[in-house]
């Protein structure tokens, strides 16, 4: 339940958009490496807040007590603290695991590709995140999914609001988490929960909900910035000012048109300690003029500099920033997009049937294939001994292939190969 | 324990491997699929034989029992079954798991890639099973791991040689399962399995020694179908006979120089039911010019034409044959010759490095950078706001980047740029 095979058609889909998405990373200079499916179950414990109860754990079968990764960041810090790394600027393409209710036309899966890119060590500030958000605008701009925004926000500007506001800093996380619902819920339900479940004052709730109900972009900073309470927050002000760096650098890199600095963002995970964000698509205008609407969240990521530190024995830091591709719900849009279109995938790439239009001549056919086969011509012939011509073109026409490379008595005795383009039907001898 | 990370280096020259076998399958007109890493259970409960004890379980949390996958193949026979599919050629390289006792010096994992290329249909004898031995030969000759040869085999032949030994059918697959540890053990070894665990008798022991320790090519297949017991029997005559044909189809693929008809191979699964084969890899003679010794298996596989019946609930059987390659040998092969040639391979594929010259030039550098990767050129710069030119230049030396932009205040002045190569120190201005 909630995973999927994929037969060749979305294979080939899928192939030819993880390679889009690789080509991006590679662009940007980064190294691939690759970690376990398992990781001990100490390793992932302690790291996902909330979430942590959808971790797939193995059976204890005698040795260690393992679980299935359920994101590549966790696996990433506990590489680069093992390994002793400060410095790394990688990407990782791979499947998690969440025993999550799955969702299937969504898009959401118990079994899912996550792409990663993620840049470690300790560099000049936002010069790095501001590289992660120019990734995510290629990437989405590449694969012409439609108009999108990516919204951006900071963990210590949600702390400085929720410690202005009069919440205490235990329910710091706790108040995070359930901001972060605002996306799916409206801001009634989302102040219930604060004040029901996590014991938020309604105050407090109140004045949080003015400011998570908050975006904008350079304006909305400078305003924060010059907020009477806000700015005499150490932390609040620390995240605007480096908001407002940020911006200056997305500014040179030519994409602040679709960036929009959004309180409401919070992001579920534990570990993110400063810049946060998140991609989401937009439906197009519809018929009734009103304003784009959310049809999801394609990329997100954010700057977690506690994390390495959780795996070094002696708690070294190595601050961290990445972003993580959301490639299930892009590939279901694009398969969406192909299905609507009726245009066919090839799902292999072959470019030449080696036929025969007479029988017993498979002795010729083996011989002939064999021969491209070495020279690295991507060949195939049908499995029979005597197969009808018209069989043999009619399987060119089903998979795509564009020639045929016919060898027949005569040419056989001519030493040639009549070679057919399948579509025009032309045959030249070669 | 049994699993490893993959560095960057690692992971490009198991990148640059994984391509080179894939490339393969797509010569050969393979279509990709993938399948999931959880199997249920039941799937893979009664297709291992003694193995089964190796698959790795999870923990029941609700739901299903779930285990991880163990080959790659008996996945595939369920996706043939479950989508009711009588025909297909498809490859599929992906990670399996067996708890296993990790031997990692020798390649052994306990999560490992598998690299798997099956055809799957109703055909005309021995064409597809001569293709899995042609495309074995293709991989093996084009990575350069040196002398190689592939033995094959025909459990039929096999069960034919108990059979005229005296054993009784039900001892076919223990007898099966000894005699396919002749490759780690001497003939007294086996023997003494076979009489003591296994229950034969001693005579049929000595008498199945006789035929197993025999290798050879067509003379031999020719003997056996003289030979008198064998002749008589049903399957065995039939195995031959197939060997023969084998034989025929691999001369027209000019590849009988690497085959070995081999009695001695048995392969330890138990889905097999014809042709089986395993290649391995021949020691370079030594300096007391004694014969090349094998050194491991690097691939393997065979026909099994019953597994797929197994998951239909009607037991509809697809006949199947495919091979394996066994890259972590190989890899591990390669990894050492690397290692041993000093050669460096690079981990990133960055073309240029934005570097400047001056302070204060940081928004010289990204707009540049971001013109670049805008034109999909690969380039990094460094995180720093005020680099020396010194930092930069290293910089591209210890990563490989053969070129440098720089961009100086005369540069931006004149409107150009410093293109500087990074070896020979070489610099124009664009």
Redesign the interface.
């Known amino acids: ?1 909630g ?6 058609a ?3 889909l ?2 030819r958009l993880l390679s889009a998405v690789v080509s991006c990373f ?13 990781e001990l179950r100490e390793t992932l414990v302690g790291k996902y807040g909330e979430e942590a109860k959808l971790i ?6 005698g ?2 007590l393992l679980a ?1 990764r359920y994101d590549l960041t966790v696996p990433f810090a506990r ?1 680069l603290a ?2 002793k790394i400060t410095k790394m600027k ?1 990407y990782h393409v791979a ?1 998690v ?1 969440r ?1 999550d209710n799955p969702a299937t036309t969504r898009g959401r899966y ?2 899912f590709y996550q792409c990663d890119f993620d ?1 470690a ?1 300790q ?2 500030p936002m ?2 995140d ?2 992660c958000l ?1 990734i995510v605008h ?1 990437i989405l701009s590449d694969l012409q999914l439609g108009d999108f925004v990516i919204k951006v926000n900071d963990r210590r500007i949600l702390n400085g609001v929720f410690a202005v506001c009069g919440v205490p800093e235990s329910k710091f996380i706790p108040a995070c988490t359930t901001v972060d619902k605002l996306d799916k819920l409206p801001w009634e339900e989302v102040r219930s929960e604060m004040v029901g479940e996590k014991g938020l004052s309604p105050e407090a709730a109140d004045h949080i909900g003015e400011y998570v109900q908050l975006h904008g972009g350079l304006d909305l900073i400078e305003q924060l910035l010059q907020d009477p309470k806000l700015s005499q927050n150490k932390v609040a002000k620390e995240g605007l000012g480096d908001m407002k760096l940020l911006f200056e ?1 997305l500014t ?3 994409i602040t048109g679709k960036i929009s600095f959004d309180l409401s963002l919070a992001r579920g995970l534990d570990y993110y300690t400063g810049v946060i964000f998140e991609a989401v698509l937009l439906q197009q205008e519809n018929e009734h003029g009103e304003e784009p609407v959310s049809v999801g969240s394609v990329a997100g990521g954010g700057r977690y500099d506690g994390l390495v530190g959780m795996f070094d024995p002696k708690g070294r830091k190595v601050p961290c920033v990445g972003v993580s591709i959301g490639i299930e719900r892009i590939f279901s849009i694009l398969e969406q997009r192909l299905e609507a279109s009726g245009e066919k995938l090839r ?4 470019q030449v049937l080696v036929a025969t239009p007479q029988k017993h001549l ?2 010729a056919r ?2 002939l294939i ?1 021969e491209l ?2 020279a ?5 012939m049908l ?3 005597d197969p009808k011509l018209l069989k043999q073109l009619q399987y060119c026409e089903d998979t795509g292939i564009p020639l045929a490379a016919i060898v027949g008595e005569q040419e056989l005795a001519d030493g040639v190969v009549k070679l057919r383009d399948v579509a025009t039907r032309k045959e030249v001898r070669v």
Do not use: C
């Open positions: 339940q995973t999927r095979d994929h037969p060749p979305q294979a080939a899928r192939d590679k662009r940007h200079g980064a190294a691939a490496i690759d970690t376990p499916v398992l797939y754990e193995l059976q204890d079968q040795g260690e299935l590489y093992m390994n990688r499947k695991y025993r118990r079994e840049i060590g560099f000049d010069i790095p501001a590289e120019k290629e650098y040179l890199f030519g799902t292999t790439e072959t498979l002795a083996m011989k064999s086969w070495d690295g011509i991507k060949a195939e499995y029979k001994k």
